[in-house]
């Protein structure tokens, strides 16, 4: 009987621990705990606001990058912000604080396959594989470029972007996404993210959002670029 009891207390305490964690207890989150970091992301991409791109982005994407990295760029907020005033008044002093620490720590992070739907591929081969592919177009195109230049610029116009698509639709689309920096009271934080679908369609953003409602708002965009 008292196996029994046991068993229960121990399911109605999982559950609780469970339903905690969609009830705002990312609050309480180990920002340098790896497994909690993947939580965090499920809950942050299904309780988006659905008026934000990123979520079909997110949705969408057949390949998840493996490694979280951390952007230096939000340690230079005189590049994001335009006043000390709209940077007091978004980040506190204790904010920057417990910022610099999360940027500043040296230990890597990744994304753990179990949570999440989209195969996750290994950042650090894909750079490798990439850089061989580019050496190899490269290559070949110095040996036209030695035997015959009307070869060399048809292949540049035309076989190479040929060679280019081929081999990345082994990988795209994919996104990788930087490892979440929290504000102090973890009701903020900097997300960001790297898309790209093909050439000439790339995305990147970095931006503060809020937990308000139920939903994460972006409430400041801190950069973006496009290709």
């Not at 606001?49 to 990058?65: E, H, Q």
Request: glycine share 2%.
């Amino acid at each position: 009987m008292r196996v029994k009891h046991s068993i229960v207390i121990l399911l109605l305490l999982l559950s609780c621990n469970k339903s905690d964690y969609k009830l705002n207890k990312f609050t309480e989150i180990n920002v340098y705990n790896e497994e909690q970091i993947n939580n965090f992301i499920q809950f942050f991409i299904k309780n988006l606001n659905d008026k934000n791109d990123f979520l079909s982005t997110a949705v969408n994407m057949k390949f998840y990058g493996s490694k979280l990295e951390k952007a230096p760029l939000i340690l230079n907020p005189e590049r994001w912000m335009t006043t000390k005033t709209q940077r007091d008044s978004l980040i506190n002093n204790d904010d920057w604080i417990f910022i610099k620490q999360q940027v500043n720590d040296t230990r890597g992070y990744s994304i753990h396959q179990k949570k999440f739907k989209q195969k996750i591929l290994n950042s650090d081969s894909l750079k490798k594989e990439n850089l061989k592919f580019n050496h190899w177009q490269n290559k070949k195109a110095d040996s036209l470029k030695l035997r015959n230049i009307q070869k060399l610029k048809r292949y540049i116009s035309q076989e190479m972007p040929t060679e280019y698509y081929n081999y990345i639709k082994k990988s795209t689309p994919i996104l990788h996404i930087d490892k979440p920096i929290f504000l102090k009271n973890k009701n903020r934080v900097i997300f960001s993210y790297y898309s790209y679908t093909g050439p000439l369609s790339a995305y990147s953003e970095m931006a503060v959002y809020e937990f308000k409602n139920g939903k994460w708002f972006k409430i400041k965009t801190i950069s973006t670029s496009i290709s």
